[in-house]
């Protein structure tokens, strides 16, 4: 058997994949929770068991989806935001680059049902540079200095719930995200109550 067959399998296995989630993000961001898995094989040009192969179900579309859509758009605002010197900002526009997306692809949030979707390790590593610009943003007098660890996901989620409240495709959410800003801040910062315990993971 030549060498080159595995090599082509494995190519045409990536450009399928490829296929399937732009496909995917096509199929989710026009119909929501009403996507259909064999509509989005029809549009991919590939056959469902070929979907079924790559994405057992439509919760690991869903992750890939949004995996494809954070790298392309949040991941390079994280970048510049850790090389940036004023943590503050820099903090600011990673939430700025988040919510843009996830009221981009509510449709597809929608489609998954549920953030737990994402994959764990991914908000973990989100959720952990996320926490490195506030201590740092902290230690430059830009964030109040009570913010804990478990009120960056507590406030990405309540951030998020706007969405279900404005108009689809609206920036309506940027003024919560404004109103959030001056809350992170310290100048005339009230003192917060303790934290509640987690009861559900993030």
């Given at each position: 058997?030549?060498?080159?067959?595995?090599?082509?399998?494995?190519?045409?296995?990536?450009?399928?994949?490829?296929?399937?989630?732009?496909?995917?993000?096509?199929?989710?961001?026009?119909?929501?929770?009403?996507?259909?898995?064999?509509?989005?094989?029809?549009?991919a040009?590939?056959?469902v068991?070929?979907?079924?192969?790559?994405?057992?179900?439509?919760?690991?579309?869903?992750?890939?989806?949004?995996?494809?859509?954070?790298?392309?758009?949040?991941?390079?605002?994280?970048?510049?935001?850790?090389?940036?010197?004023?943590?503050g900002?820099?903090l600011?526009?990673?939430?700025?680059?988040?919510?843009?997306?996830?009221?981009?692809?509510?449709n597809?949030?929608?489609?998954?049902?549920d953030?737990?979707?994402?994959?764990?390790?991914?908000?973990?590593?989100?959720?952990?540079?996320?926490?490195?610009?506030?201590r740092?943003?902290?230690?430059?007098?830009?964030?109040?200095?009570d913010?804990?660890p478990?009120?960056v996901?507590?406030?990405?989620?309540?951030?998020t719930?706007?969405?279900?409240?404005?108009?689809?495709?609206?920036?309506?959410?940027?003024?919560?995200?404004?109103?959030?800003?001056?809350?992170?801040?310290?100048?005339?910062a009230?003192?917060?109550?303790?934290?509640?315990?987690?009861?559900?993971?993030?």
């Amino acid at each position: 058997m030549s060498t080159e067959s595995p090599r082509r399998l494995r190519s045409d296995a990536a450009r399928n994949s490829e296929r399937l989630v732009g496909a995917a993000r096509e199929v989710f961001a026009e119909q929501g929770p009403d996507a259909r898995l064999d509509e989005i094989a029809r549009r991919a040009g590939v056959g469902v068991a070929t979907l079924y192969r790559r994405f057992p179900d439509k919760a690991v579309l869903v992750r890939a989806v949004l995996d494809q859509a954070f790298h392309e758009r949040v991941a390079p605002v994280i970048e510049e935001a850790v090389q940036e010197e004023d943590a503050g900002s820099g903090l600011i526009a990673v939430l700025d680059a988040t919510m843009s997306l996830l009221a981009s692809e509510y449709n597809t949030l929608s489609a998954a049902g549920d953030l737990g979707v994402l994959a764990m390790d991914s908000r973990e590593a989100f959720f952990g540079q996320i926490m490195d610009l506030v201590r740092r943003a902290q230690e430059e007098g830009a964030v109040r200095e009570d913010l804990e660890p478990e009120d960056v996901p507590r406030i990405m989620i309540m951030l998020t719930s706007v969405l279900v409240t404005v108009e689809r495709g609206s920036e309506g959410w940027r003024r919560y995200l404004a109103l959030l800003s001056d809350g992170l801040s310290p100048e005339a910062a009230r003192p917060l109550p303790s934290p509640p315990p987690v009861v559900r993971p993030f």
